[in-house]
Every structure is written in C-alpha cells, then in structure tokens.
C-alpha cells in the first residue's frame, strides 16, 4: 500500500520554528514529485512548497520563500519541510502530498495532479 505519513506539527510561537517529516511507503520517493500543502481554519487547500526528486528542482508559495526549506532524504524515503520565522497566518493543517514515478512535478495550484495524500499534522503558530 502506497501511502504518505506526516509528523512534526505542534505549537509554536511567532518567529518559531518546526520541522515536518513525509515518510512516505510503499513506494520510492525517487524520482516522484513530492509537496506539502496547507489548510488554514475554514479556508481551502493551497501548495506551499514541492520537489521533484529525479532532478532536485523545487518551488515554493510566494509567502514562505525565504522562511521554509523543502528537502528529500532518498536513503529515509522522506521529505521535510522546515519552516523559520512563522507566522501566525502559517497556522494550518499541514499535508504531504505525492505522485510516485512522476515524469515531472505538477503545480502547486492542481493538488488534484496528487494521487497520494497524508491525513495531515497540526502547526498552531501563537503570536
């Protein structure tokens, strides 16, 4: 079974950081597209960050460049997003999401383009 696990969420205060893990099974994250999307209280689900492992590439939402760090560990099989200097509008369920053996990676904007979702981790930033 395919399948994508997220952990890391938490509590933190404004200008904190956390660290979430993608462990991801089933599959192997080698060249697949791999992203993390965001869900705030009562608003929709929006990309912040994705990497396709077959090249390194990677993008992120306009309002985390230069705060969140997208990575791969291919010897884990796992993904992680850091995230510095959060902010209270970065408080969202957090979701891994992937598309194994992808030939490139999808935009941000067509979570659709994701066959494999995690059930998501919890970040509360606290101003």
């Known amino acids: 079974q395919v399948q994508v696990v997220e952990s890391g969420g938490g509590s933190v205060q404004a200008g904190g950081s956390l660290r979430l893990s993608c462990a991801a099974s089933?599959?192997?994250?080698?060249?697949?597209?791999l992203a993390w999307f965001r869900q705030p209280p009562g608003k929709g689900r929006a990309g912040v960050a994705k990497i396709y492992t077959g090249d390194g590439s990677i993008s992120y939402e306009e309002s985390v460049k230069g705060r969140f760090t997208i990575s791969e560990d291919n010897a884990k099989n796992m993904v992680f997003l850091q995230m510095n200097r959060l902010k209270s509008e970065d408080t969202a369920m957090y979701y891994c999401a992937a598309d194994f053996g992808a030939p490139m990676c999808w935009s941000l904007t067509r979570p659709a383009n994701f066959p494999t979702w995690g059930q998501g981790t919890q970040v509360i930033v606290s101003s």
């Open positions: 089933g599959s192997s994250i080698s060249r697949s597209c």
